[in-house]
DNA sequence: GATGAATGAGCTTTCATTCAT
DNA sequence: GATGAATGAAAGCTCATTCAT
């Protein structure tokens, strides 16, 4: 994976140059929104703990729901990521040849994103329920964007015989259970068990594969 | 499905008899926990949704958190319900002759309790990652309790044969991710599509047959 | 002048029951704005002063603006006092048989008026411009309410032939010039030199008469 | 009426050359403190309107005040203007035969300079009973010089023989208060009416002399 | 001379909690 | 048990002013 795919590293050189304090603000903030949830972080917190005067947080961000979303929305159309592929269907066939393959790929891709990625996931996570304009980018670029993509890799595998017919929704739907309760266990809820995680992977792809491919 | 799955039911006739107030805050907390968070909930507005004085609240809970351990933690116990049996493995040939009706007869007893205690459910994901008591009674209730007893009946249908061999840990992971992610998709992702709820069900329920059973 | 001209008193014993605390805050605030102007005084001195929490301020007014209109606007419609008459033609002769009687009795009305709510009609006058909710009561009665009912009278002392004919507009623009350029100077803008009362007044009534009354 | 009484153009010449910055500053200064009043106006608000850093400001104005007071300081003097008249009893006789030629002239010129400077005005009038320097500057300049030329001017044309005897602060106050109820009436207080210009002047004019001059 | 990032005191307002009635 | 006035700490945010560039 490449280094872009580091939301922070993304946020801390994007655009334009960032103020040294500009950036301890972010990384700050993304600390404490992830520890204890953004309704329960004051901007004094941020402040004290990024080392900058509690105005200085202001000047850069209008309000403290603006510094959220700031480090937020990025990190939506990141998750689209896997699936850019310019005509997608031409390409598939040489960068994958079985659904089984795209699975792996998209997984340890996916696994590396979460990995790098995890308190801007978990805030945004939390926070998505309660923030209209995160729901919207949400539905936007994740329940629109990536699942019309992946909908649309199912069937071209499926029109070459190597799945089953099924909506192509609930194809999507069952892979990508499958998939984030695997990263969600692994790396959310029992992080601190010991993880043997090439077996669980495969485990989890060949579920997936028995689940959805044509019995040859 | 029985009303005492009801949780807010329980609530509310919970213990000994609680004053019409008490109820009201309760409803009224729910109401606002759930739609707003936790930490975004100021006291006041439960007190004027409950149609009660502020100081009401604080006399039957001695602080805000308190109102929210109340609600959330009865949720925590009755997770369990499904998985409740007395000398499990006997019982089991005789409830269940195999694992696909096990599964059939938790989807549909999980989807009533998840329709009937959405906000609660809520507030409970909300907040159990920053609330320690909360993640505490997870661990207990959930992590432990509900995994290990999942985990005996998948071994007691592998154990007969009818599903293949794999830590049951994965087996559990794979069979929970399946119908947690048909549910949440249902229920709280994407709720305003149109879902043909039967169908979908049988197809989790064929899908992580597939995966999970021994090839007759 | 009856007590109940006191814009004050009628403040305090107002509607219902007033706490002794939001006594003190109106009192205190009365003070402070009149003093240094509205946006300059600070809610934290007004609680100082008035011997309160902060808090205590925000219970019984929801915002700073709040306070002010509360003490201003019923100052408005006192300002109407002098003109409420019921069958305001037919009570005049009795009342006042000539126009000379009718200023001789509101300069003395005015004056108790205005020397009794001195630091409230200040902070009338220097609010009136910025706040938009303040001129529009200032123009509801003032400048239409006092102003016609005014009009009403100069018309009814030109029909007895006693006054000049001039647009009635013009009388009461020139008979309050003198009177409020009059009462202005003598309690706002140089109180401190010494004052005729009496005879100031006089002159200023003889003034306006000669100015508007039909040579005898 | 010279443009030297536009007292905007004097404080954007004077002195030596401004910048176009300073200039800028200055009409944005105006703008929004006669707008929303010295206390709720913000430098920062200033400086967006000017175009220019919040810096520029205090690199000229040591402090907000003192920006204040660069602008209405000037106002004040120029107030004297119409009554600047050197060895004043000699000169009259030839300037104005009469008191009401000079309250003609003044009018006119009082209400041209009135028009070209309404914004400061309002500040100068919102402003005198917060700022102690500019009570004193008032206090100096107007109710002191500008008030002492008049009397002297009243007591001029009653030596005379054309104007009643009567204290000469009487007199100016009731000439000033018919002269000024009129202006502030046109150009503050109603200025969305229609006014009949001319006649409303010489009515006014016409109503001082009534009470003012010795019957022929 | 001009900038604008940075400051920190102070602003208005909210909040969970207490307590006399 | 219920109230709601009162609290004061802390919240989010604004402000005049400074200063390195």
Do not use: C
């Amino acid at each position: 994976m490449l280094e872009e795919d580091l939301i922070l590293q993304q946020l801390l050189n994007e655009d334009d140059i960032l103020t040294e304090k500009q950036k301890k603000i972010i990384v700050a903030a993304i600390e404490s929104f992830s520890e204890k949830g953004f309704a329960a972080t004051s901007t004094s917190e941020i402040a004290k703990k990024a080392g900058v005067a509690e105005g200085t947080i202001f000047r850069h961000y209008k309000t403290k729901k603006d510094l959220l979303l700031s480090i937020v929305a990025p990190m939506m159309a990141k998750l689209l990521a896997p699936f850019i592929l310019k005509d997608i269907n031409k390409v598939l066939d040489r960068q994958f040849e079985t659904y089984e393959d795209f699975l792996r790929a998209m997984v340890e891709n996916r696994r590396e994103f979460l990995v790098k990625n995890l308190p801007i996931i978990k805030i945004m996570l939390q926070e998505i329920p309660f923030q209209p304009e995160l729901r919207e980018q949400f539905k936007e670029h994740v329940a629109k964007d990536t699942f019309r993509r992946f909908a649309t890799l199912v069937e071209h595998y499926q029109a070459k015989g190597q799945l089953i017919e099924m909506p192509s929704m609930s194809a999507v739907r069952l892979s990508a259970s499958a998939i984030f309760g695997f990263l969600l266990a692994r790396y959310l809820i029992v992080p601190e068990i010991e993880w043997d995680d090439e077996t669980e992977t495969e485990r989890t792809i060949q579920f997936v594969m028995h689940g959805l491919s044509r019995k040859a």
